[in-house]
């Protein structure tokens, strides 16, 4: 099997990256591809995954370096999923956004996401206790 290359990679094509996110079935970000473009150069971290020169998974976050570290799009290219790939690109956000004290992300409610994000230490709002937490987004 070919070497596994996880690094910060922020300058990626449309054209590398719409293959990766319709291979999840992201088409929210594939119907734009301008717009998905502008996501990643907006992102304050990018990091890729690559075997043989193919990108396999990405990871993005936003952060202000600080205080907030948002976790976004974790995915990884269905052919490689199960093989540690969304494991080493999360660790290396945080492993980069280390001194900051709030990790946040939404993902779907299925307990493969809830078992994986908990094995990298993160808990869902409600499990910190009544009335401790609140989260709230918008969609528009």
Same mark, same amino acid.
Not at 12 to 30: H, I, K, Q
């Given at each position: 099997?070919?070497?596994?290359?996880? !690094?910060?990679?922020?300058?990626?094509?449309?054209?590398?990256?719409?293959?990766?996110?319709?291979?999840?079935?992201? /088409?929210?970000?594939? @119907?734009?591809?301008?717009? #998905? =473009?502008?996501?990643?150069?907006? /992102? /304050?971290?990018?990091?890729?995954? @690559?075997? &043989? %020169? =193919? #990108?396999?998974? #990405?990871?993005?976050? #936003?952060?202000? +370096?600080?205080?907030?570290?948002?976790?976004?799009?974790?995915?990884?290219?269905?052919?490689?999923?199960?093989? %540690?790939?969304? =494991?080493?690109?999360?660790?290396?956000?945080? +492993?980069?956004? &280390?001194?900051?004290?709030?990790?946040?992300?939404?993902?779907? +409610?299925?307990?493969?996401?809830?078992?994986?994000?908990?094995?990298? %230490?993160? !808990?869902?709002? =409600?499990?910190?206790?009544?009335?401790?937490?609140?989260?709230?987004? @918008?969609?528009?």
């Amino acid at each position: 099997m070919d070497h596994l290359v996880v !690094a910060a990679e922020p300058d990626l094509t449309t054209d590398e990256l719409l293959p990766l996110y319709e291979s999840v079935g992201w /088409s929210a970000y594939t @119907r734009r591809p301008e717009q #998905l =473009r502008t996501a990643i150069a907006g /992102s /304050s971290y990018v990091v890729t995954a @690559r075997r &043989a %020169g =193919r #990108l396999a998974g #990405l990871a993005r976050a #936003l952060s202000d +370096d600080a205080t907030i570290c948002y976790l976004q799009d974790v995915l990884v290219h269905p052919d490689e999923q199960r093989r %540690g790939i969304g =494991r080493a690109l999360v660790r290396a956000v945080l +492993d980069r956004y &280390a001194a900051v004290r709030q990790k946040v992300l939404l993902t779907d +409610d299925e307990p493969a996401q809830r078992a994986f994000y908990e094995s990298l %230490g993160y !808990a869902e709002i =409600r499990d910190f206790g009544e009335g401790t937490l609140r989260a709230f987004v @918008r969609f528009d």
